[in-house]
């Protein structure tokens, strides 16, 4: 299985400060079809997790354009570029580029 | 709008049997391939199961391999886990989930506690 490991595991954050997460796999996330399948997701306390962003870069309709993912290969980011009381609450990476999927194991921002 | 509602959780002995479901609305059902993942309390997320959209193609996580089953019938937009033999450690959230390797949209999740 490919392991995806996150950090920080936790993130203090301030209310209109950049934060960053770091999301590396184990091995290359390049499918063979040239997509690489790596996807980001928050979950709000209490709340089913949301799709951010897919295939490293691409920003879900409705999410705020303060959130940006970006990388290649075996290493990834999320970047909030000015953090709002919304964004509490665990972001997890994603592959999907490999059978079994697996998650990162999720990054806690808290204010 | 694209929705997805899990239902069926519910109280289990170890050992016991389940069937939980989840109906879709808002898309074309019988095109999209779907996916159930669960979340154990205070954890992180796992994925357990794919199926394909014409169930041609079926994976299951190596955890649950030989006593879950997925299926699906797109005559009622619907996606089922059968889920046996079942052990504490299967206690969690059971979200279904569109789409392999894009998960685009999650269910609220129904919640399987296997205890005695």
């Known amino acids: 299985d490919v392991v995806v490991t996150q950090s920080p595991l936790s993130l203090p954050v301030t209310l209109g400060q950049p934060a960053s997460i770091s999301c590396r796999s184990g091995?290359?996330?390049?499918?063979?079809?040239?997509?690489?399948?790596l996807n980001w997701f928050l979950q709000r306390p209490g709340q089913s997790p949301r799709r951010l962003i897919y295939k490293v870069s691409n920003r879900d309709s409705g999410v705020p354009d303060r959130f940006s993912g970006s990388g290649s290969g075996t290493d990834f980011t999320l970047k909030i570029s000015r953090v709002e009381a919304e964004d509490v609450g665990v972001y997890y990476c994603?592959?999907?580029?490999?059978?079994?999927?697996?998650f990162g194991g999720g990054t806690k921002v808290e204010i | 709008e694209v929705q997805l509602v899990e239902s069926g959780g519910d109280v289990v002995q170890p050992g016991g049997s389940l069937r939980i479901s989840c109906v879709a609305s808002?898309?074309?059902?019988?095109?999209?391939?779907m996916n159930w993942i669960r979340q154990a309390p205070g954890k992180g997320l796992e994925w357990i199961s794919y199926i394909s959209s014409g169930s041609s193609t079926i994976y299951y996580a190596d955890s649950v391999k030989g006593r879950f089953t997925v299926s699906r019938d797109n005559a009622k937009n619907s996606v089922y886990l059968q889920m046996n033999s079942l052990m504490a450690e299967d206690t969690a959230v059971y979200y279904c989930?569109?789409?392999?390797?894009?998960?685009?949209?999650w269910g609220q999740g129904t919640l399987v506690t296997v205890s005695s």
């Open positions: 808002g898309f074309t059902f019988d095109t999209y391939s």
């Open positions: 091995q290359s996330l390049v499918h063979s079809d040239g997509d690489t399948y």
């Open positions: 989930v569109r789409r392999n390797a894009l998960l685009d949209y």
């Open positions: 994603m592959q999907g580029t490999h059978w079994p999927l697996t």
